[in-house]
């Protein structure tokens, strides 16, 4: 039903926030606070931006199955990758959500190890003066 900073705007449901309309920070995490799901089903291969907002927010993913997301679930574990148009059945989903606090944490950590912008720029300067280093380069 969304929050009720969203309510105003048009949007009424639990799809995916920034591909409907463009929330400022504390609305759109107020949103995906609320949220227990979400789903995502593109054919295209790549994380898209949504995800990762919605993995840091504790929301359990429902993807396609695509290369780009195995990365960031296994299947039945920390979320479901559907196989083509096929969604996955209450039963599917009912130890998925008996685990949703468990699940919630370890992807909002997972976010925060590998998808935060400015560590992850970090490292990878990091790496490249020990690379530098290792060739004798200042």
Do not use: K
């Not at 639990?14 to 609305?27: I, M, N, S, V």
């Amino acid at each position: 039903t969304g929050c009720e900073n969203c309510s105003g705007s048009g949007y009424r449901g639990r799809a995916g926030l920034y591909e409907l309309l463009q929330l400022d920070a504390a609305t759109q995490a107020q949103c995906y606070a609320r949220a227990r799901w979400y789903i995502s089903q593109p054919q295209s291969d790549s994380v898209a931006v949504s995800v990762l907002e919605a993995l840091a927010q504790g929301c359990i993913p429902l993807l396609s199955d695509l290369p780009a997301n195995h990365e960031l679930v296994r299947c039945g574990d920390n979320g479901w990758l559907a196989q083509g148009d096929e969604l996955p059945t209450v039963e599917q989903l009912q130890p998925l959500l008996e685990r949703a606090e468990a699940i919630a944490a370890a992807n909002h950590a997972w976010i925060a190890g590998h998808a935060m912008f400015a560590p992850c720029v970090a490292r990878f300067l990091d790496r490249l003066r020990a690379l530098d280093a290792e060739a004798g380069r200042p």
